[in-house]
T-cell receptor, first 114, second 112 residues
């Protein structure tokens, strides 16, 4: 069974640009969550999608947005990139929404801002 | 403000000995806790969980202890193996929402 797939694995952008990251959940999983991992902050929750609807949102500025498609695939967009957005972005999927649902993480997209 | 803290960035243990990883939290509403393990260049993988109705949960070599009054949990690995070398994250959530708050991780090295 294929795991959570995140593309691209690595990305280099410059300040002011925008970027779109993609996440394909495990087949049959309907919930997708996004996290930002930085060395000093650990994993920070960005948002959660279930059945194409955003269920939960972390404390990030509006430059961070996401969406989920009818096939449960999800995209995350960051506009007007800042140096501080350099991080590993992780996507996790689960069968259903809810905190007791085990989350399966992808290997992440490493975003570097120059 | 970091609601979940892992104050030890790194830990080294001899193979066969016990590894104890610690995690503290500040939010008294947290009632469900998880531990994840992360290898380099891979995403975190779920290890073990504990609900606040329990003070201990065991799964093979891994045991998680919860001290609600101290707002502290710990992960014990016995015996430690070289393959356990990884970064360990604890995470907590409250029943008011589905969001998990993660610690900054502890890098465990098990020396053969």
């Amino acid at each position: 069974k294929a795991g959570v797939t995140q593309t691209p694995r690595y990305l280099i952008k410059t300040r002011g640009q925008q970027v779109t990251l993609s996440c394909s959940p495990i087949s049959g999983h309907r919930s997708v969550s996004w996290y930002q991992q930085t060395p000093g902050q650990g994993l920070q929750f960005l948002f959660e999608y279930f059945s194409e609807t955003q269920r939960n949102k972390g404390n990030f500025p509006g430059r961070f947005s996401g969406r989920q498609f009818s096939n449960s695939r999800s995209e995350m967009n960051v506009s007007t990139l800042e140096l501080g957005d350099s991080a590993l972005y992780l996507c996790a999927s689960s069968l259903e929404a809810g905190r007791y649902q085990p989350q399966h993480f992808g290997d992440g997209t490493r975003l570097s801002i120059l | 403000d970091q609601q979940v803290k892992q104050n030890s960035p790194s830990l080294s243990v001899q193979e066969g000995r016990i590894s104890i990883l610690n995690c503290d939290y500040t939010n008294s509403m947290f009632d469900y806790f998880l531990w994840y393990k992360k290898y380099p260049a891979e995403g975190p993988t779920f290890l073990i969980s504990i609900s606040s109705i329990k003070d201990k949960n065991e799964d093979g070599r891994f045991t998680v202890f919860l001290n609600k009054s101290a707002k502290h949990l710990s992960l014990h690995i016995v015996p430690s193996q070289p393959g356990d070398s990884a970064v360990y994250f604890c995470a907590a959530s409250a029943n008011t929402g589905n969001q998990f708050y993660f610690g900054t991780g502890t890098s465990l090295t098990v020396i053969p």
